[in-house]
């Protein structure tokens, strides 16, 4: 079993920053892929950036890429998502997930899932 705490949520205003971390324990002597995922009320859950914390291969959704960036470190088997250029949009719960095998989009194919954090942004 792997568990994941996820942290770092809070509000921020239109074009502001924050960093939310997640950070994995147990079976954890395998390299994982690590994610996030969100969830904006009434909306379906939204693949955000993955990482595999092996070979550093990162993918990021299209809606982030200019403004979101994900990094691992290996040592503490915890990611990390810079986001800045916050927008009203980016409001959602942000899931960390976890998973053996390539970073993908798909959420159906994480084992581990963390509590959430949310993620405010005024306008």
Request: hydrophobic share 30%; aromatic share 10%; charged share 20%.
């Amino acid at each position: 079993q792997v568990q994941l705490v996820d942290s770092g949520g809070g509000l921020v205003q239109a074009g502001g920053s924050l960093t939310l971390s997640c950070a994995a324990s147990g079976r954890t002597y395998r390299r994982l892929t690590m994610g996030w995922f969100r969830q904006a009320p009434g909306k379906e859950r939204e693949f955000v950036a993955a990482i595999n914390l092996n070979d550093g291969t990162t993918n990021r959704a299209p809606s982030v890429k200019d403004r979101f960036t994900i990094s691992g470190d290996n040592a503490k088997n915890t990611i990390y998502l810079e986001m800045n250029s916050l927008k009203p949009e980016d409001t959602a719960v942000y899931y960390c997930a976890a998973r053996w095998g390539s970073p993908t989009v798909d959420g159906d194919r994480y084992d581990y899932w963390g509590q959430g954090t949310q993620v405010t942004v005024s306008s």
